[in-house]
């Protein structure tokens, strides 16, 4: 009988030591960010909410974490309502339409949940950190919104054939969303209620962000997925050529076009790129046409864009490619 204590507590310690060593492992995004309502409440007070001629315009402020928290407070029912039929309903509707053709084994949503889990080691710890917030703020799973933030990036399969839903959506001008985070520029958005990344936007250095095309990749390549990649742009760019530098030092996961310009000086490029190479190009029409737009939402809403003359554009051969101020360009871990 003693032989069998013994056995029975030596059993029951090295299972202990097994749990307690494997402990720091467990997901960081399962962590339960305890606060008392008072805390949150004081979050929530740094941002703001308003209605503009039928636009919702939203303002936070803050830690990567407590900006998550206030959008996901503030647009919960918006957000749960775009995950809920724009992302889960289009991907069901789309797999009825196939009868599991082309995903026998498993169905369209469990293939993009497993896709965004490959692709969150390459998402900034900043913007995992906002995307915590953001659950704890609107009641999604953290898993639910990297679905939500990758979508883009695995819709682009070409084998998927899958149409531009995705971004026509993210497009919309639903919110204007205006940052002031600890690290980096001021920015504003314009986009979806639910995302904190980026395919529109202008920063307080004039510099901003128009996605005007995208194309088809044959298989899929991990990298930071596309609307973080565009985010760190406008928060980390003080002219058209950082944007350069921060694509060029970024393991990338689709094809696109974008054009990045400068509201100071109304001039800027088109950088057109995929997963291995990128191009440059001062395209003067398409530029101005983009521009036009964002001087309209200067305008629109008294944005202020710091008065600092940048670097002529057509200087940019020439010019020291280094690494912006404040940019950390994400880990590019194994595939394992």
Same mark, same amino acid.
């Not at 299972?15 to 339960?32: G, H, M, V």
């Given at each position: 009988m003693e032989d069998k &204590?013994?056995?029975? =507590?030596?059993? !029951?310690?090295?299972?202990?030591?097994?749990?307690? !060593?494997? &402990?720091?492992?467990? =997901?960081?995004?399962? =962590?339960? !960010? &305890?606060?008392?309502?008072? &805390?949150?409440?004081?979050?929530?007070?740094?941002?703001?909410?308003?209605?503009r001629d039928g636009t919702l315009v939203l303002r936070l402020a803050g830690t990567p974490y407590e900006m998550g928290y206030q959008r996901g407070v503030l647009l919960k029912d918006s957000i749960r309502k775009f995950f809920r039929d724009d992302v889960l309903g289009y991907l069901i509707s789309e797999e009825k339409k196939r009868q599991r053709q082309a995903f026998p084994n498993s169905s369209l949503v469990q293939y993009f949940r497993s896709k965004a889990e490959s692709l969150e080691r390459y998402i900034p710890e900043d913007y995992r950190e906002e995307l915590r917030g953001l659950s704890e703020g609107c009641g999604l799973s953290y898993e639910d919104l990297l679905l939500m933030h990758t979508a883009v990036d695995t819709a682009s399969l070409s084998q998927l054939n899958l149409d531009t839903r995705f971004r026509d959506i993210l497009k919309e001008r639903k919110v204007i969303i205006f940052y002031a985070p600890e690290s980096g520029n001021e920015f504003v958005t314009v986009g979806c209620p639910g995302i904190i990344g980026a395919l529109t936007g202008m920063n307080e250095k004039g510099v901003t962000l128009d996605e005007v095309g995208y194309g088809k990749t044959d298989t899929f390549t991990r990298g930071i997925p596309i609307l973080f990649l565009f985010r760190q742009w406008l928060q980390y760019s003080d002219s058209p050529y950082d944007a350069i530098r921060i694509v060029s030092s970024s393991q990338r996961t689709i094809a696109d076009s974008v054009i990045v310009a400068d509201t100071r000086v109304n001039e800027g490029c088109v950088i057109d790129f995929d997963t291995k190479i990128y191009d440059a190009?001062?395209?003067?029409?398409?530029?101005?046409?983009?521009?036009?737009? !964002?001087?309209?939402?200067?305008?629109?809403?008294?944005?202020?864009?710091?008065?600092?003359?940048?670097?002529?554009?057509?200087?940019?051969y020439s010019y020291e490619k280094k690494t912006p101020e404040g940019f950390t360009p994400p880990a590019q871990p194994k595939d394992g």
């Open positions: &204590a013994v056995k029975s =507590r030596m059993l !029951f310690a090295v299972l202990a030591s097994i749990l307690l !060593f494997n &402990a720091p492992l467990c =997901r960081a995004e399962t =962590r339960n !960010f &305890a606060m008392t309502p008072a &805390a949150k409440d004081a979050i929530v007070k740094k941002a703001a909410l308003e209605e190009t001062f395209e003067t029409d398409k530029v101005a046409g983009s521009l036009q737009y !964002f001087i309209k939402l200067k305008e629109e809403f008294n944005i202020a864009v710091t008065e600092e003359t940048p670097i002529d554009p057509f200087e940019f």
